[in-house]
C-alpha cells in the first residue's frame, strides 16, 4: 500500500501527518511502513521524518525549519448512541462543507469553513452521538483536551506542543459515508493544527517547525476524567 491508494478506514490509532484531509488523503505517513531501531519506531516521507518512542516521555517530529502540518492521533473509537463527548464549553469550533445540510440558512459563498461555539456550533449538536441518522460532519474543537463518556466508560485524550496550536478534530459518522457503502464510526482526534486538510490553513491554523527541526508534542490518553470546563 502507498500513499494515495484506496483503503477502508476501520479502527484503532494511528498518526495522520502533514494533512488528514487533503492529498494524500489522511497525510503521507498513514500508508508507509514503520521501522524499528531499539525503542523508537521510524516513518520516513518525501519531506519529513517521524519518530515515536514508546515511553513515557514525548516524541517529535523533524524536518526543516519553517516546515508546516497538521498532525492527528487518529483515534477511531467504537461509541454507542448514548456516547457524549466534552470539551471546553464555548470552545470555538469550526465546521467543514459536509456539514451545510443540517444548518440553518445557506453556506456562505466559497467559505472553507464556517465557526460557532461548542458543544452546538450555530446550533448543530456535537457532543452527542444517538442512533444511526444518515449524516456524517466533521468538526475541528479549539483546545487539546477532550473526555469520552459512554455508559460506565470513560476516555481522555489529550495533546500539548509548546508554541502550537491545539484542537480536537471530530469525525462524526451515523451511517452518512461512503456514499456507496455508508457504516458508523466515529474519530476522535487530538491535533495539532486548527483544520482537516493543510490547503485550507491559514496563517495561524497550522504547526511550524521551529528553528531547532524538532517539534515535541505529549499525547495522553487515559481513563481518568478530568473533564473539560
Do not use: I
Not at 41 to 65: H, K, Q, S
Not at 70 to 80: I, K, P
Not at 120 to 129: T, W
Not at 145 to 156: M, S, T, Y
Amino acid at each position: 500500500m502507498a500513499p494515495g491508494d484506496a483503503f477502508v478506514d476501520a479502527g484503532g490509532l494511528e498518526e495522520c501527518v502533514p494533512t488528514v484531509r487533503g492529498t494524500p488523503d489522511h497525510g503521507d505517513a498513514w500508508s508507509r511502513p514503520w521501522t524499528r531501531d531499539g525503542d523508537a519506531e521510524t516513518v520516513r516521507c518525501d519531506r519529513f521524518t517521524l519518530t515515536r518512542t514508546r515511553r513515557g516521555t514525548a516524541d517529535g517530529v523533524v524536518a526543516d525549519p519553517g516546515f508546516r502540518f497538521v498532525w492527528a492521533a487518529h483515534a477511531l473509537l467504537d461509541l454507542s448512541g448514548e456516547a457524549v463527548l466534552r470539551a471546553r464549553e464555548g470552545a470555538p469550533t469550526r465546521l467543514f462543507p459536509e456539514a451545510a445540510p443540517l444548518l440553518d440558512g445557506p453556506w456562505p459563498d466559497g467559505a472553507r469553513w464556517v465557526a460557532g461555539s461548542w458543544p452546538a456550533p450555530l446550533g448543530l449538536r456535537l457532543d452527542r452521538f444517538g442512533p444511526d441518522d444518515g449524516t456524517a460532519v466533521g468538526a475541528v474543537v479549539d483546545g487539546g483536551r477532550c473526555c469520552a463518556h459512554d455508559g460506565p466508560d470513560r476516555l481522555a485524550l489529550a495533546v500539548e506542543a509548546e508554541g502550537q496550536p491545539l484542537s480536537v478534530a471530530l469525525w462524526r459518522n451515523l451511517g452518512g459515508f461512503p456514499a456507496d457503502r455508508p457504516c458508523r464510526s466515529t474519530g476522535v482526534e487530538p491535533m495539532l493544527g486548527r483544520v482537516f486538510d493543510l490547503d485550507d490553513a491559514g496563517p495561524d491554523d497550522a504547526a511550524r517547525v521551529p528553528a531547532s527541526g524538532e517539534v515535541r508534542r505529549r499525547l495522553t490518553v487515559g481513563a481518568d476524567c478530568p473533564c473539560p470546563r
